[in-house]
């Protein structure tokens, strides 16, 4: 099975230069904790529910100005669309991540999350080693 075939293909993105308030409220509005941040269709960083707790609110009194490149990571591990899903799930096994931006030729087309991996999986396989990554530690 190709990542393809198992990804999210209908994504929200942000911009760097956008409110780490807006990035919440997208997150919200998708009912997501992981919002890709593109300059143009160039993936650039990712803003999880986490980076926002960590680096934003944890470390500042005041998030006025705050923008999403201020919290975002900006080293991204991605998966081309037509991999396989076995190599998906050795990237999140071994980067210990839930979700795994998805291009091809370097552009964002979509995402895979854990979920997706399991489900298109049944949970065997590629879904069980992803599952060993992101639980590890838990």
């Known amino acids: 099975m190709k990542v393809e075939d198992a990804m999210a293909k209908t994504i929200s993105t942000a911009r760097p230069d956008d409110s780490i308030k807006r990035v919440a409220q997208l997150m919200k ?3 997501a904790g992981f919002m890709p941040i593109t ?9 999880t529910d986490r980076d926002i ?23 991204v ?9 076995e190599e998906a799930a050795s990237i999140m096994n071994e980067n210990e991540i839930r979700r795994l931006a998805v291009t091809r030729s370097g552009k964002l087309v979509g995402v895979l999350s854990h979920g997706n ?8 396989g590629a879904g069980d080693k992803a599952t060993l990554g992101v639980t590890r530690g838990a």
């Open 53 to 75: 707790v960590i680096r934003c609110i944890a470390e500042r009194d005041d998030l006025t100005g705050v923008r999403a490149q201020d919290c975002m990571s900006k080293s």
């Open 117 to 124: 991996l399991v489900q298109a999986t049944r949970s065997e």
């Open 39 to 47: 300059d143009g269709d160039r993936l650039v960083g990712v803003v």
């Open 29 to 31: 509005q998708e009912d």
């Open 77 to 85: 591990s991605t998966v081309e669309a037509d991999a396989d899903i």
